[in-house]
């Protein structure tokens, strides 16, 4: 089999989906690296892993129901495998193996065995390059890439993409564009951290976009993308929207989008604008700021 990934929202064939299966015990917030992850531990609100195993197998559910072939990563024991977006991501019929946080390393050892099914060339990058999947869109031979580039890069566990990064992928694909976008980050408070650009960025549809301006740490990213989308093309969203994770869809299609219950404004925008809303419930496995994207990591995606 040959791994193919030609847009963000092109048709969805095969997926790695992520697992809660054996999270481990959660004692300190020493073990925990994003602030709703730390919000919800100090208010006694973090997620159950039963909860949370549910919710990504209804996920699942609804995904073989558009006939999309779902792999699940091979467990390892007492280790967060929900977000397997982050891990690594497909270009075209390139797979890119992520510099993730050292506490999520292991990540990978539970894709390999699913890897060693297809045969395209996967790119291990220079170990001073950091980067995510949730930094990472790509549509209309373009690639968006969210980083952070201040002094206190090394400080932040919430700054996951480097400017290095940025520059690797505009040398290695010189026939594209590739435009960065600097995000806004904290440490303690989860409505001012952009965690990654899939938490203010979203593309839906053949030309549409979710997007959360406040997000971008200069303005001219934003206007970057009005320009590229059209104002009319786009949703708006506010610090509460981001917050509750109201970029992080995944489409299934250019026409179906899978989202939250309870985005009522978005999902009546989708509507309006004549796409069709799949809702699935992944409210639990939110509090660890992700949703569907987050937590899916396409391998085969392209229209005939």
């Known amino acids: 089999m040959e791994i193919l990934v030609s847009g963000e929202t092109s ?11 054996s999270l481990g015990n959660i004692s300190s917030l020493k073990e925990l690296y994003d602030p709703k992850s730390i919000e919800n531990f100090k208010k006694g609100t973090y997620p159950l892993e039963s909860d949370m195993v549910k919710e990504l197998e209804n996920f699942v559910i609804l995904l073989k129901k558009y006939n999309v072939k779902v792999y699940r990563p091979n467990l390892i024991k ?13 270009i075209d019929n390139i797979f890119f193996k992520s ?11 539970g894709l390999v065995s699913i890897l060693s099914n297809f045969h395209n060339k996967i790119v291990t990058m220079p170990q001073n390059l950091h980067i995510e999947g949730g930094d990472v869109l790509y549509h209309s031979n373009t690639i968006f890439i969210g980083y952070y580039d201040k002094d206190d890069y090394s400080d932040l566990f919430t700054a996951r993409t480097n400017k290095g990064a940025l520059d690797y992928f ?8 590739v435009k960065g976008f600097h995000l806004n980050k904290s440490l303690t408070n989860p409505k001012n951290n952009i965690l990654h650009l899939d938490c203010c960025l979203q593309i839906i549809g053949k030309n549409k976009a979710i997007i959360h301006p406040e997000a971008f740490t200069f303005k001219d990213d934003y206007l970057w993308l009005v320009d590229f989308f059209g104002k009319q093309n786009i949703f708006e969203i506010s610090d509460e929207e981001m917050y509750d994770m109201t970029t992080n ?6 026409e179906t989008v899978i989202s939250q219950p309870k985005f009522k404004r978005l999902n009546n925008w989708l509507k309006n604008h004549n796409l069709t809303v799949e809702e699935v419930d992944l409210s639990e ?5 992700g949703l569907f994207r987050c937590t899916s990591l396409p391998l085969i995606r392209y229209d005939e």
């Open 285 to 289: 496995v939110s509090k660890q700021e």
């Open 78 to 90: 007492d280790y967060n495998q929900i977000f397997t977006r982050d891990i690594g991501f497909v």
């Open 170 to 177: 505009i040398e290695f694909f010189p026939e594209k564009i």
């Open 249 to 254: 869809v995944l489409s299934i299609n250019d």
């Open 99 to 109: 510099n993730i946080l050292p506490k999520r390393a292991k990540e990978f050892q």
């Open 11 to 21: 048709k969805l064939r095969s997926v790695i989906i992520g697992i809660a299966d």
